[in-house]
């Protein structure tokens, strides 16, 4: 009886453990992780911001007007939701086939004291092609936040920290405007037809 009345506790004890490292995950980079708010992002044209993307180059939201975009903020040391995340994107867009190439894909760091270009570029190099990261100073990768309406802090863990983040992809047309958000692991018929709409709206129109 004393041995079985152990193991009922061992076992209690492992599930709580379990049950406290999920709730700890759901909470910092799960889908119980910050969102928005509900608020829709700005337009790219009515954000101000510079970063640099994983070759190098000076780019900003005005970089981007002129084709469908998406957007998806994170950071190279996540565990789970920002590679699912890039994984589902990549497979989004081999579902566009060639309509992959007129859209902008655009993976911005929310960690840049460790996410650098180097970083950033040997990351990306492990999803689709299209794929750009874009890495910058803490005071610009929060200025892009708060036009994007992404939420973003730095966790203390065991040995270092991680990024409590919004795990939205934003979506854009080419003018710009503000299409959609895809949730964290929305099935894929209904995120695709929400980037067929941003690119099925041309410069002039209206979302």
């Not at 995340?85 to 929310?110: C, K």
């Not at 710009?176 to 895809?182: A, E, L, M, Q, Y």
């Not at 949730?183 to 709409?197: C, G, I």
Request: charged residues 25%.
């Amino acid at each position: 009886m004393r041995r079985r009345q152990m193991l009922g506790y061992g076992a209690a004890g492992a599930g709580a453990l379990g049950l406290t490292l999920f709730v700890g995950w759901w909470r910092v980079d799960g889908p119980g992780g910050p969102d928005s708010g509900g608020q829709r992002s700005f337009a790219l044209s009515a954000m101000d911001f510079r970063l640099t993307d994983h070759e190098g180059n000076a780019m900003g939201p005005e970089t981007l007007i002129g084709r469908a975009t998406m957007v998806f903020f994170g950071f190279t040391f996540c565990p789970d939701v920002c590679p699912t995340t890039l994984a589902d994107i990549s497979g989004w867009l081999d579902e566009l086939s060639a309509d992959a190439e007129r859209m902008n894909v655009v993976f911005i760091t929310v960690d840049p004291e460790r996410d650098t270009v180097s970083a950033m570029k040997e990351y990306v190099g492990y999803f689709h092609p299209a794929l750009r990261g874009w890495t910058g100073s803490p005071d610009e990768i929060s200025r892009a936040a708060e036009g994007f309406r992404v939420i973003y802090e730095k966790v203390p863990v065991e040995g270092g920290y991680t990024m409590n983040h919004t795990a939205s992809v934003f979506v854009f047309d080419a003018g710009g405007r503000f299409v959609s958000t895809i949730d964290y692991h929305e099935p894929r018929e209904f995120a695709v037809p929400k980037l067929r709409r941003a690119l099925e709206t041309d410069d002039g129109g209206q979302t």
